[in-house]
C-alpha cells in the first residue's frame, strides 16, 4: 500500500464544472503539498499546507489533519487546467501519489 | 531569486552507456536536493537525497549513483544503463525545513 493515494487516477470534466481530486496518506506529516505537472513534464507546486484550507483565484486546498485526508478543488474549470496534479506529504521525506491526469474539455 | 537547472532536456542512450545527469540551484545555499524518476504512467519515486555536500542517501538500490561535489551541485550517474532506467529524471530542492519543493525542468531519458 502506497503512504500516498489519490483519486480518481483520471478524470475528464466540461469547461466551467467543479473538479474535486482526494489524496489521503498514512504516514505522520509536517505538510501536504498539491503539485501540477503539465504535458511537458515541468512540475510547478500549487499548495504546501498544514492545517485548514487555502486558495489560490479558482484553485482551494483543504486538509483534515485528523482522517489524513486532503481534497484539491478547481472552480469553473478551463481547459488550461489540464494536467496531472499530485499530492505529496511531506515528514522526515516526501511521499508522492501517482497523481491524477484532468483533462478539461471546451 | 531561486532557480534550478537540469541537463540535458532529454537524452536517447544505448543499453551499457554511461549517464551523467546534471542538477544545479542559484539563489541558496546549503539546499536539501532529490533525484526523482518517473516511469511512463507512474508516480514520482525516489532515487537519492542529499543534505550537505558528499552526503547522499539511497532510496532505491540499483545500478545508479549520485554525487554532490559542491553545495548547489547533484549529478546523477551510471556505469551502464538499462533499458529499465528510461524514464523522466527529475531533481529538486528544499531548504532545511522540507517546506515547499522545487522542481527542475526535468531530463527525459530514452535507453534503445
Known amino acids: 500500500k502506497n503512504e500516498v ?4 487516477q483520471n478524470l475528464t470534466a466540461q469547461e466551467g464544472e467543479f473538479i474535486t481530486i482526494n489524496c489521503s496518506y498514512s504516514v505522520g506529516i509536517s505538510a501536504l503539498h498539491w503539485l501540477q ?11 504546501m499546507l498544514s492545517s485548514g484550507k487555502k486558495k489560490h483565484g479558482r484553485l482551494i486546498a483543504t486538509i483534515n489533519i485528523q482522517e489524513k485526508h486532503s481534497s484539491l478543488h478547481i472552480t469553473a474549470s478551463h481547459p488550461r487546467d489540464s ?5 505529496a506529504a511531506s515528514g522526515n521525506q516526501f511521499y508522492f501519489g501517482t497523481g491524477t491526469s484532468l483533462t478539461v474539455i471546451p | 531569486s531561486q532557480t534550478i537547472h537540469q541537463w540535458p532536456a532529454t537524452l536517447v542512450q544505448p543499453v551499457g552507456s554511461p549517464l551523467s545527469l546534471e542538477c544545479t540551484v542559484e539563489g541558496t545555499s546549503n539546499p536539501n536536493l532529490y533525484w526523482y524518476r518517473q516511469a511512463a504512467g ?8 542529499s543534505v550537505g555536500i558528499g552526503q547522499i542517501s539511497s532510496e532505491v538500490p540499483q545500478n545508479l549513483s549520485a554525487s554532490r561535489p559542491q553545495d548547489r551541485q547533484f549529478i546523477l550517474s551510471s556505469k551502464k544503463l538499462l533499458l529499465s532506467d528510461s524514464g523522466f529524471y527529475l531533481c529538486a530542492w528544499t531548504g532545511v525545513s522540507l517546506d ?5 525542468p526535468g531530463t527525459r531519458l530514452t535507453v534503445l
Open chain 2, 42 to 49: 507512474r508516480g514520482l519515486q525516489l532515487l537519492f537525497y
Open chain 2, 100 to 104: 515547499t519543493q522545487y522542481f527542475g
Open chain 1, 5 to 8: 493515494e489519490q483519486s480518481p
Open chain 1, 83 to 87: 494536467a496531472v496534479y499530485i499530492c
Open chain 1, 37 to 47: 505537472q503539465h504535458p511537458g513534464g515541468g512540475i510547478v507546486s500549487l499548495f
